[in-house]
C-alpha cells in the first residue's frame, strides 16, 4: 500500500473510533502521532531493504507482529510516564493499521504467503522484485491497478473525514512553523 493509502485507513479507523466512543473529533496531537505511525513501518523497513541491503525486503522487521509485540507496552509505557497516552495510542492506531492495510487482497481467497511478513523471521519471504531505492518504487516498481485507485478514494474519503472533524493536527502545524520561521528571520 503506497503512504497516502495507510495514512487513509489510519485516519478513517481512528476517526470512527473516536467519534462513536467519546462523541468527539480526534485531537490535533493524536492525529499527528496517528499519521506517523502510519508511515512508521515503511519508513524503517524500505531505506534498511531498498537503499541498505540489511534487510531481505520492504515488509520484514517493522512489520513484523514480534516487533509489535515489543512496541506497543514500550509506547504505552512512555505515553503514560509523560501523561500522553492519547498521544501513544494515536501513534500505535496508525502503525498497526499500517500492518493490517498491508495484508494482500488475496489473503481473503485463501493465499496467506502474502502476509508471511507479519511473522518475520520465524517465516521466510516470498521474493521481491529488486528495486533501487524509494523514487525507483514510485516510477517503475507499482503499476496503476484498480488496488491503487481505491487507494486513492480511500484518501480521498480520509480528507474529507478530516476536514469534517476539523483538520485535528493542521492548526498546530502551522503554529509550529510559524514559530520556527518566525524566530530565524
Not at 117 to 139: K, R
Request: include cysteine; proline fraction near 9%.
Amino acid at each position: 500500500m503506497w503512504p497516502w493509502g495507510h495514512l487513509a485507513v489510519a485516519y478513517l479507523l481512528y476517526s470512527a473510533v473516536t467519534n462513536r466512543r467519546f462523541d468527539r473529533p480526534p485531537r490535533a496531537l493524536p492525529a499527528i502521532a496517528l499519521a506517523v505511525g502510519s508511515q512508521t513501518p515503511d519508513l524503517i523497513d524500505k531505506p534498511l531493504a531498498w537503499n541498505f541491503g540489511v534487510l531481505p525486503g520492504g515488509r520484514t522487521l517493522s512489520h513484523s507482529l514480534f516487533v509489535v509485540a515489543l512496541l506497543v507496552p514500550a509506547v504505552l509505557l512512555v505515553a503514560d510516564r509523560l501523561a500522553a497516552r492519547p498521544i501513544g495510542v494515536g501513534f500505535l492506531v496508525g502503525y498497526c493499521s499500517h500492518l493490517l492495510a498491508d495484508v494482500p487482497p488475496a489473503v481473503l481467497s485463501g493465499e496467506f504467503a502474502g502476509a508471511s511478513y507479519l511473522l518475520w523471521p520465524v517465516l521466510e519471504q516470498p521474493p521481491e522484485a529488486p528495486v533501487a531505492g524509494i523514487l525507483d518504487a514510485f516510477l517503475h516498481y507499482y503499476a496503476l491497478g484498480p488496488y491503487e485507485w481505491v487507494q486513492f478514494g480511500l484518501f480521498a474519503a480520509a480528507v474529507l473525514a478530516w476536514y469534517r472533524d476539523g483538520a485535528p493536527g493542521l492548526g498546530l502545524v502551522f503554529t509550529s512553523l510559524e514559530r520556527r520561521l518566525g524566530t530565524r528571520s
